[in-house]
């Protein structure tokens, strides 16, 4: 029992923590906004898929992984505004239209490797190595665990905070939000909801696009089919349990983190529990947040309904 | 109301093209063949991706070593479980030879058997004796190339603690786990091997954590068996500094500096052998082919960056065990329930 003791003490498991939070506490910022505009996007995961694709692929061509970043970024945003195009614009099921997008990103990707790469054989590619920040890296405790991070680490951090500012602070966010809760109330106010909802999609597809470049660029440096490993799906939950509250995803994407990173940390010294218990933990455990500290959760009233103007 | 059915058949449509996307590495493969009439057809099912620098990839190394031998092929990669049968059967109606690539496949082989008697159907990493007379299973003895893994790794650690990390707790998988632990114990009988399970065989982030969770508890040598995660094993394992046994084919390319030696699983070999044994007349059914050292089917690549005593102790060890002097566990022929994927 011990041996799981020294594992929660120490900061390398908070570290990994992090590192797994990060690409599912992207893909949330992003559905939070999609949410909030009152469109379920189930095709997080196609996004994140996408975004991890093109980021290799970008940082193959252009032996840059910031180039990476904005290829992966652009695929993603590409797979957003098919979505919103149908989901939005032709008022379609959001859920079967995300569905659809996943399994054809699924297969897009994996074709695309094919092509780019003989027999698929994805090449090691220029990728984000962890970068100490000067000073806080050092600090006790904390310093290597949450500044000893690789460069989409921190990117992260300011992408949440500056949404969380936009959302809950600006105009743009009020009018988001109305959309989410009344779109017919919003339009006889003048807010053109159709545009909104298309920009909180395509807002979604870039940070979900980012989510999977760090997966890919970020932590193994290369593409392999299905690489995203169900973080999309994740994600869609990790949204709900954080109340569709910005400042809430990162508590709840941590937990979630850190959880996986103790599963594959504690059979290392844990060999006597069983490790299908170990590996569902992440799961149980937000579950088991979800019913007991959660409460009662109130979605956008419009979640999920497709806009039609008379 | 009307808008709304209007887009969900277009999200149909989607969803069928994706479909189409998903199966055209067949399509393409297929639409090259039917030049020589005479030629050996065979067909292959594979439960994962062609380019998982893995088991799945060591396959279709094998299947396209049959066309270069004048062999049609065609094939479909990550079938899906309930697609299993509906693929081979559809592959059985215009091939001469239908390999299901992995254990999984062979009571899918015993089902149809029977409806296409002209029709071979073979099964890699399965030891159990098929009963069909068309039914061939090749087993290699994947456990003497995980020994030698173990005897590197072993011989190349400084703290005497090896990691094990596999897609999941598959029987086949977890013999070799025991045959690494037992050529590492072979070296020396101090040293301790923990293992772990990712329950996948495609999250590379969770392969990649797995490893450097393992350097954090003092592991300085991490044997893998997790397929493409695998790719996340090594890149975790460079992260940390430590070193990687790899799995399948010679992985040192991946990451030069931590991949010590790679288990070659030359599932190719096996294929190909079997493919121009068929190619000459119909193979004598309802037995195993088994092979491993002997004929480099299973192997150790050659030791790199390790001090020349490693590579001379693996050599030692190889000699010992194909001369019988070393027994090596093996995946034995009682393997219970079904499922298995990575041999």
Not at chain 2, 118 to 136: K, M, R, Y
Not at chain 2, 213 to 230: L, N, R, W
């Amino acid at each position: 029992m011990h041996a799981l003791l020294d594992i929660l003490t120490s900061g390398a498991l908070y570290a990994a923590g992090i590192r797994l939070a990060v690409p599912v506490f992207l893909a949330a910022l992003g559905e939070l906004v999609a949410e909030r505009g009152g469109l379920v996007n189930v095709g997080l995961e196609g996004m994140m898929l996408a975004g991890a694709f093109g980021g290799v692929l970008g940082s193959y061509l252009f032996d840059d992984p910031w180039l990476g970043v904005i290829t992966g970024v652009v695929l993603a945003v590409v797979v957003a505004a098919i979505q919103a195009g149908v989901a939005v614009s032709l008022a379609g099921d959001q859920i079967v239209t995300g569905i659809a997008l996943n399994i054809a990103v699924l297969g897009a990707t994996s074709f695309m490797a094919r092509t780019v790469w003989t027999d698929g054989n994805v090449p090691q590619v220029e990728g984000f190595d962890p970068w100490a920040v000067p000073g806080l890296s050092s600090l006790p405790g904390i310093g290597d665990v949450v500044f000893g991070q690789g460069a989409l680490v921190y990117l992260a951090a300011a992408l949440g905070a500056v949404l969380w500012w936009v959302l809950t602070r600006t105009d743009w966010g009020l009018r988001l939000r109305a959309c989410g809760e009344d779109p017919r109330a919003a339009d006889s106010l003048g807010i053109r909801v159709i545009a909104m909802r298309w920009q909180a999609t395509l807002i979604c597809g870039a940070l979900a696009g980012l989510g999977g470049v760090f997966i890919s660029l970020g932590d193994i440096f290369t593409f392999s089919d299905g690489m995203s490993g169900g973080r999309g799906f994740i994600a869609l939950a990790i949204v709900i349990i954080a109340r569709w509250s910005p400042s809430h995803l990162v508590p709840a994407a941590l937990l979630f983190g850190v959880c996986e990173a103790l599963a594959l940390r504690a059979q290392v010294t844990s060999a006597d529990l069983p490790y299908e218990l170990l590996l569902a933990l992440p799961y149980v455990l937000t579950l088991a947040v979800y019913a007991g500290l959660v409460g009662r959760t109130l979605p956008p009233a419009a979640l999920g309904r497709p806009y039609v103007r008379r | 109301m009307r808008r709304s059915l209007r887009a969900a058949a277009v999200a149909l449509v989607a969803l069928t093209a994706a479909t189409g996307f998903a199966a055209c590495g067949d399509d393409e493969e297929a639409g090259a063949s039917s030049t020589a009439p005479s030629s050996l057809k065979v067909a292959m099912v594979l439960p994962g991706a062609i380019n998982d620098k893995g088991f799945n990839q060591t396959g279709y190394d094998g299947l396209k070593a049959c066309e270069a031998g004048g062999a049609t092929v065609a094939f479909s990669e990550k079938t899906a479980v309930p697609d299993f049968t509906k693929t081979f059967q559809s592959f059985a109606r215009d091939n001469d030879v239908v390999i299901g690539h992995g254990f999984e496949f062979g009571e899918i082989a015993a089902e149809v058997a029977d409806e296409f008697p002209d029709v071979t159907f073979a099964v890699t990493s399965n030891p159990l004796a098929p009963e069909a007379s068309n039914v061939v299973h090749l087993m290699p003895n994947s456990t003497q190339g995980a020994f030698l893994a173990g005897v590197a790794a072993a011989s190349s650690s400084e703290t005497g603690k090896l990691g094990g990390i596999a897609g999941f707790d598959f029987p086949v998988l977890q013999a070799q786990m025991t045959a690494f632990e037992a050529g590492a114990k072979y070296v020396d009988p101090g040293t301790t091997v923990k293992v772990v399970y990712l329950g996948t065989f495609d999250d590379v982030s969770k392969g990649r954590e797995a490893a450097q969770g393992m350097a954090a508890s003092g592991i300085d040598v991490i044997y893998h068996i997790a397929d493409a995660a695998g790719v996340g094993v090594i890149n975790g394992a460079k992260a940390s500094k430590i070193k990687v046994v790899g799995w399948g084919i010679d992985q040192n390319s991946l990451a030069p500096n931590t991949v010590i030696a790679s288990q070659v699983v030359d599932q190719a070999k096996m294929i190909q052998q079997f493919c121009s044994e068929a190619a000459t007349g119909p193979v004598e059914g309802g037995r195993v082919i088994s092979d491993g050292l002997q004929s480099g089917v299973i192997d150790l690549t050659k030791v790199y960056n390790e001090p020349a005593e490693v590579q001379a102790k693996v050599d030692e060890v190889r000699d010992a065990i194909v001369a019988g002097d070393v027994e090596v566990p093996s995946v034995g022929g009682d393997i219970p329930g079904s499922g298995p994927d990575a041999g």
